[in-house]
C-alpha cells in the first residue's frame, strides 16, 4: 500500500467516526455551552474540526481560499468561518449550527480533501510546508500527524460532551 492510500484510509476513517458521532446529536446537546466548562459546545468543535481542515487543505497546503468562502458556504451554513487565529472560546460561544446544512460543508470538505491527496506523488508527500504551530513539516505529516490526530482528539471530546448530557458517545 502506498502512503498516499494509507493517508486516505487513515483520514476517511476520522471522517467516518466523526461524522457517525456527530450524526444523532440533537439541536439542544449541539448549541449546548456547560456552565463552568473549559471546553466548549460540541456544535463549536465540529465547526473548528471542519474549519481548520479546509483551511489547512486549501489555505496552507495548496495556497487556495478554503472551499467554505469560494464555494459560498456561509449562505447555506448560517455559519461564520473565523479568521486564522479566530477560534477562541469567545467565537465558540456564540456558535449555534444548522447540523443537516453544517453536514453537507463537511462532506464537501471530505471530498475536496480526498480527492487533493488522490492526486499527490510521493514528491508532493515529501513537500515541507510552514504550519506555524509545529513549524516546518512535510504535506504527509499533516496529514497523518496533524488532520489525523486532529479529527480523532475533537470526536473523543464531542463523544465525551454528548455522554455527560446523557446521550451515548461514540456509535460503537
Known amino acids: 500500500m502506498t502512503t498516499q492510500a494509507v493517508l486516505r484510509h487513515q483520514i476517511a476513517g476520522a471522517h467516518d467516526i466523526l461524522e457517525q458521532t456527530i450524526a444523532d446529536c440533537p439541536q439542544d446537546a449541539l448549541d449546548k455551552n456547560l456552565p463552568g466548562a473549559t471546553i466548549t459546545s460540541i456544535g463549536s468543535i465540529y465547526a473548528h474540526l471542519v474549519f481548520s481542515e479546509d483551511g489547512i487543505v ?6 487556495k ?31 449555534r449550527m444548522k447540523l443537516p446544512a453544517f453536514r453537507e460543508y463537511a462532506k ?21 510546508v510552514q504550519t506555524g ?8 505529516f499533516v496529514f497523518a500527524n496533524i488532520l489525523g490526530w486532529h479529527a480523532a482528539q475533537h470526536t473523543g471530546e464531542i463523544s465525551a460532551l454528548k ?5 451515548k458517545g461514540l456509535p460503537f
Open 58 to 63: 486549501h489555505g496552507m497546503l495548496q495556497g
Open 65 to 95: 481560499p478554503p472551499i467554505y468562502r469560494a464555494q459560498n458556504w456561509a449562505a447555506r451554513t448560517d455559519l461564520q468561518m473565523p479568521e486564522p487565529g479566530g477560534f477562541n472560546p469567545e467565537w465558540a460561544r456564540t456558535v
Open 108 to 128: 464537501a470538505v471530505y471530498a475536496a480533501t480526498d480527492a487533493y491527496v488522490a492526486g499527490l506523488s510521493d514528491a508532493d508527500l515529501d513537500r515541507k
Open 133 to 140: 504551530f509545529v513549524g516546518e513539516q512535510t504535506v504527509a
Open 163 to 167: 455522554g455527560v448530557q446523557g446521550l
